[in-house]
């Protein structure tokens, strides 16, 4: 059981737009950043997203991410079959002194 | 170019031991937090542990903790995670990854990984 809580599966046409929430706690994400990271099947984890909102240099600005109290969203416009992946939200837990992960989002492009 | 590329993975039996290593290059190893993240097949991320610049400071999740202890050497730019008592549920993928400010994993290994069993 993941201490932030995401929905297992998300699916959008191409072209369409997408939105993966994560939802945690006052603890967690009500009190420290978040960043999201992209994986593909059987490649390591990839940052798409830190400081809540910020993109890495070559982050195309299709993905864009916001936070609001205990919960944080990524969305993704412009959906490309290149966008299927696993997507997950992490951040750090001040009361468990711990990193803590969503449980992760397969994106399905239809 | 930034890379990270972990090494010591393979099969243990339960209560067994090993030591994983993570050589890093194209960035300055010594101003750096480092990170282990796991991933057990099929499933989700997981922290498992943090050191700080100079080794003072180490954070573990709390399932590996008295179990695992997370280590590095500035001067051979070498991260590493020596495990003890490991266990069927250690099963996974692990990943070192360089932590910038604010919980944020900016690089990663490309993971090896780590199947115990008997």
């Known amino acids: 059981q993941s201490v932030l809580t995401q929905p297992p599966s998300v699916s959008a046409a191409p072209g369409q737009k997408v939105t993966i929430s994560c939802s945690g706690s006052?603890?967690?994400?009500?009190?420290?950043?978040v960043s999201w990271y992209q994986q593909f099947p059987g490649t390591a984890p990839k940052l798409l997203i830190y400081?809540?909102?910020k993109r890495p240099s070559g982050i195309p600005d299709r993905f864009s991410a916001s936070k609001s109290g205990t919960s944080a969203t990524l969305g993704i416009t412009g959906l490309q079959t290149g966008d299927e992946a696993d997507y997950y939200c992490?951040?750090?837990?001040?009361?468990?002194?711990?990193?803590?992960f969503g449980g992760g989002t397969k994106l399905t492009v239809l | 170019e930034v890379q990270l590329v972990e090494s010591g993975g393979g099969l243990v039996q339960p209560g067994g031991s090993l030591r994983l290593s993570c050589a890093v290059s194209?960035?300055?190893?010594?101003?750096?937090?480092m990170s282990w993240v796991r991933q057990a097949p099929g499933k989700g991320l997981e922290w498992v542990a943090n050191?700080?610049?100079?080794?003072?400071?180490?954070y573990y999740v709390d399932s590996v903790k008295g179990r695992f202890t997370i280590s590095r050497d500035n001067a051979k730019n070498s991260l590493f995670l020596q495990m003890y008592s490991l266990r069927a549920e250690d099963t996974a993928v692990y990943y070192c990854?360089?932590?910038?400010?604010?919980?944020?994993?900016?690089?990663w290994g490309q993971g090896t990984l780590v199947t115990v069993s008997s």
């Open positions: 990854a360089t932590l910038a400010a604010r919980q944020t994993y900016d690089y």
């Open positions: 194209g960035f300055t190893f010594s101003r750096n937090w």
């Open positions: 050191i700080k610049q100079d080794g003072g400071e180490t």
């Open positions: 006052s603890s967690n994400i009500g009190k420290n950043y």
């Open positions: 400081d809540n909102v």
């Open positions: 992490g951040t750090w837990d001040s009361s468990l002194s711990a990193g803590v």
